[in-house]
């Protein structure tokens, strides 16, 4: 029997890691206000939504890092002849037998993917995870690692996401507005219920990603509404 658990020394990495995450969804959300405040400028507003901004995103990082690190410190990953089981705080157990094992995937940041014989039966195990060349040799003899490389099709989705999302700001026409705010829908709604019925994300993740999602809705449908009326 094998067991592994994240590295001690991993906390500066995971900062970094999230530190990056808030960056980009505070600069995601400034570039949203910063737009409505060019059509009808207003310093005041500007100033206020900054101000929060900033509150939210100083509070969000540090409860986010300290919940991580709860996370990390509890997760063990346990390898056997008949099973694979991970156990982590405020997540149920995943047990996967060795049987079941569909695939073992690799990914480009160094992270694995065991996955069972159902959609929902996966175990992410991180990067930062100890001992990471015998759990490489102990995996391999499981079954062949599968190494993701190249462009996905899951890359080429965020990029039409993400062209969509400017699509709805830049266009003047209502029909490609309206396209394009539907595929941002249907690609959040997606993620959403994924993640939701994601096992290796804790409940209180799950329980804020209710109240990021109304906040992001509010904001989009506003902003589609005013892109629209104002043609």
């Known amino acids: 029997m094998y067991q592994f658990e994240i590295r001690k020394d991993s906390i500066k990495e995971v900062r970094k890691a999230i530190l990056i995450k808030v960056l ?11 737009y409505g405040y060019f059509k009808n400028p207003n310093i005041y ?9 900033l509150f939210v995103t100083i509070s969000g990082y540090n409860k986010a890092v300290n919940q991580q690190i709860i996370l990390y410190d509890s997760y063990i990953l346990t390898i056997d002849s008949e099973s694979i089981k991970r156990e982590q705080y405020d997540t149920p157990d995943i047990i996967i037998k060795t049987s079941d094992i569909s695939r073992i995937i690799k990914n480009r940041n160094g992270s694995y993917s065991i996955k069972g014989n159902s959609r929902g039966n996966t175990i992410e195990v991180p990067s930062l995870i100890e001992d990471f060349e015998r759990l490489e040799n ?5 079954m062949q690692i599968s190494k993701k490389t190249g462009i996905q099709f899951e890359d080429l989705g965020i990029i039409l996401v993400l062209c969509s999302f400017v699509g709805v700001y830049i266009s003047r026409d209502k029909i490609i507005i309206a396209v394009c705010a539907a595929i941002v829908f249907i690609a959040y709604s997606y993620s959403f219920f994924i993640n939701q019925q994601n096992q290796n994300i804790d409940s209180q993740t799950k329980k ?9 809705v509010i904001y989009f449908i506003k902003a589609v509404y005013h892109q629209v009326s104002g043609l």
Do not use: A, D, E, Y
């Not at 969804?25 to 910063?34: A, T």
């Open 138 to 142: 102990v995996l391999s003899r499981i």
């Open 208 to 216: 804020g990603s209710w109240w990021l999602g109304i906040i992001f």
């Open 45 to 53: 507003v500007l100033l206020i939504i900054i101000t929060i901004l």
């Open 24 to 34: 980009v969804l505070s600069l995601f959300f400034l570039g949203g206000f910063s």
